[in-house]
């Protein structure tokens, strides 16, 4: 196996471990805690978020990366597995916005940086990676809780992992262009 299919499944098992990951998260790693709501971190200046955003703003960027190495079709059924799984672990009363909120912020993830990708690998994760993390959190809050008063933590806590992947993005795209590593 070459070793950027062998790169496309490791990115792929990080992103399918990000959502048992970022469930586990939101009860239990946190600096305020309790036992009827998430566990909450800091992601601002008088912002607090769920401590799991900042496991599904890495998914993003995983998910991006899945595509480059492993193509359209993996990436596709990474998208529906990861759906399904996210509602499996979902409590019961979040089945419904957990996985439509999953799926739906994953293909605009998708439909972004499809045709951006050829263009710069920088541009395509940080403007698909912004797009699904708003639609994400936009959507798992209106459905989960018919509002939108957590937006500004949600958004916040996301985009920053997203942030601090990009100069780890940024040596992938120079390193593929050395080692002459061509798109799925």
Known sequence: MDSRRTE?????????????????MLGHVGLACSDMGPCLLPVGPGLMAPSGV?????A???????????????????????????ALLAPPALVLASGGAFAVSE????????????RGLVLAVLASSLV???????????????GLDFLAGQVVGKAWMVGLSLPFIAWLRRRDERLGIQLA
């Open 107 to 118: 293909l605009a993830d998708f439909a972004v940086y499809t045709p951006l990708q050829k």
């Open 132 to 146: 699904g993390l708003v639609v994400d959190s936009v959507l798992f809050l209106q459905l989960a809780f018919g």
């Open 54 to 58: 900042l496991i599904v703003g890495l």
């Open 8 to 24: 496309g499944f490791v990115y792929l098992a990080g992103f399918g471990a990000s959502i048992p990951l970022s469930n586990w």
């Open 60 to 86: 993003f960027v995983l998910r991006d990366l899945v595509q480059r190495r492993l193509g359209k079709g993996w990436t596709l059924l990474a998208i529906l597995a990861g759906a399904l799984l996210s």
